[in-house]
């Protein structure tokens, strides 16, 4: 079994990231981020932090926003619109989810699709669907592609099974691996909660890629021997042992899956750090598409 480092291969594109940040420097222009934060969310409040540090790390302009849980929809949409019109920010990221009483759909609609780095606007989710090379595809899911290439896993006329269909990672995911091309050309069936004799279904992959928040479902009896297991999720447990009583898991039941694995990734150290550069890597896009 091979263990897909996600670190290593996550500091290979943050390496070559720096490396664009530097070029579009010497040109006099800095890739600009702006963060947005709605509320006092834990999670979602270290994700805005490492994100924006990043930046930093990087050498990009990097701008953090954490607003009050009652700030209203009207005051959002107008950040946005100030960001959308400032020419320092290239890419605009506003955290999922934002309080019940915002409209998420319409804050993501109001971003410019051309500094939408998150690929959540309906313009770029068209252009996923349409293999359109000036897509912004979501992080998570294009994040998932590049390990599989980094690993020299083939997905062309591979059997892939994504479990989950959401707009964040399951959808997107199965969109990357059925279009023409290298990173693409599978098979993919996309599973879900309705899907009958899911372990049947998820046995039928040669590569299978959990994304449903169910700490450790993916048990062994899910996966065919010799197949590559992607794991998404990211699920806090209670854990005595631990310093602050809980630790990360996957998706997937590590322990017992990861014997019959030809690859996996583990949780944490596999996706979750390809899912913040490859924002970093968007953004750069960003900044070269819009000055142009
Ligand atoms: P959502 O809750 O939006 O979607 C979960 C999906 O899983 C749904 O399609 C749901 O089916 C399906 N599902 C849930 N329970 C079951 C079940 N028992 N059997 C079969 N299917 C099921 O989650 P996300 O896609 O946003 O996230 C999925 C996981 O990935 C989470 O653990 C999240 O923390 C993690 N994540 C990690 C990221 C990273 O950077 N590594 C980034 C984003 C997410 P249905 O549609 O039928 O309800």
Redesign the pocket.
Known sequence: MNLIDGKAISKKILQETRLEVEALKAHGHTPGLAVVLVGEDPASRSYVRSKDKTCSELGMFSQKFELPADTTQEALVALVHELNADSRIHGILVQSPPPAHIDESAVIEAIDPRKDVDGFHPINVAKVAMGAPDAFVPC?PLGCQRLLLESGIETAGANVVV????M???KPMAMLLMQKGRGGDATVTV?????RD?AAVCRTADILIA????PE?VKADFVKEGAVVID????RVPDPSAPNGSKLVG?VAFAEVAPKCKAITPVPGG??PM?IAMLMHNTVQACKRLMQ
């Open positions: 998570t479990l989950g269909r959401s964040i990672v399951g599973a879900h909660s309705r899907t899911l994304a449903i928040g169910r479902f998404v999720g990211i699920n998706d996706v979750g899912t």
